[in-house]
T-cell receptor, first 113, second 110 residues
Framework: DAGVIQSPRHEVTEMGQEVTLRCKLI?????LFWYRQTMMRGLELLIY????????DSGMPEDRFSAKMPNASFSTLKIQPSEPRDSAVYFC???????????FGPGTRLTVL | KQEVTQIPAALSVPEGENLVLNCSFT??????LQWFRQDPGKGLTSLLL?????REQTSGRLNASLDKSSGRSTLYIAASQPGDSATYLC?????????FGKGTSLLVTP
């Protein structure tokens, strides 16, 4: 298995633009997590899906952020409109179920100018 | 809210030394604890997972222990090598998501 796949690896955009980050889970995993990493706050959970259903989105900063899981293997995280303070590394992780080992993708480094 | 603290924040050792990285957490009600390695500009690589009912896990030169009642975990690295240089992150799972510490940045010098 190729592991968790994220795209793009790097994204540079201007303030106000829409950004879409993509994640492909490890086959057979039913839990999907989006995390954000910044120097100031470290790694924080944004949203958690189980069996394609959002279970906890309390970490999503505001309405500008939305996440979907249209099928069992794919998820998107969208920011519209983007702001400079959204600049961070966004990680997607998957696990066999909610209490198992989590495997992380390589991350998307987002820079909003 | 679960707080995870890692000490020291940075560590530099000569090659060959055995070393211990520390992690503490404030709420003992956890499902598991996971240690990760992160290389600069890269993603997180899972090193060891300890379930709440376990006391330790071993993988090669790595050994992680868990004392849930006191809210502590240690990661022991034997015979350190320059290739071990990275940031090591401890994370606990009180429900499903991981709560991360800020990490220990390790430098192993030849």
């Amino acid at each position: 298995d190729a592991g968790v796949i994220q795209s793009p690896r790097h994204e540079v955009t201007e303030m106000g633009q829409e950004v879409t980050l993509r994640c492909k889970l490890i086959s057979g995993h039913n839990s999907l997590f989006w995390y954000r990493q910044t120097m100031m706050r470290g790694l924080e959970l944004l949203i958690y899906f189980n069996n394609n259903v959002p279970i906890d989105d309390s970490g999503m900063p505001e309405d500008r952020f939305s996440a979907k899981m249209p099928n069992a293997s794919f998820s998107t995280l969208k920011i519209q409109p983007s702001e400079p303070r959204d600049s961070a590394v966004y990680f997607c992780a998957s696990s066999l179920d909610s209490h198992n080992e989590q495997f992380f993708g390589p991350g998307t480094r987002l820079t909003v100018l | 809210k679960q707080e995870v603290t890692q000490i020291p924040a940075a560590l530099s050792v000569p090659e060959g030394e055995n070393l211990v990285l520390n992690c503490s957490f404030t709420d003992s009600a956890i499902y598991n604890l996971q240690w990760f390695r992160q290389d600069p500009g890269k993603g997180l690589t899972s090193l060891l997972l300890i379930q709440s009912s376990q006391r330790e896990q071993t993988s090669g030169r790595l050994n992680a222990s868990l004392d849930k009642s006191s809210g502590r975990s240690t990661l022991y690295i034997a015979a350190s090598q320059p290739g071990d240089s990275a940031t090591y992150l401890c994370a606990v799972s009180p429900l499903y998501a991981l709560n991360f510490g800020k990490g220990t940045s390790l430098l192993v010098t030849p």
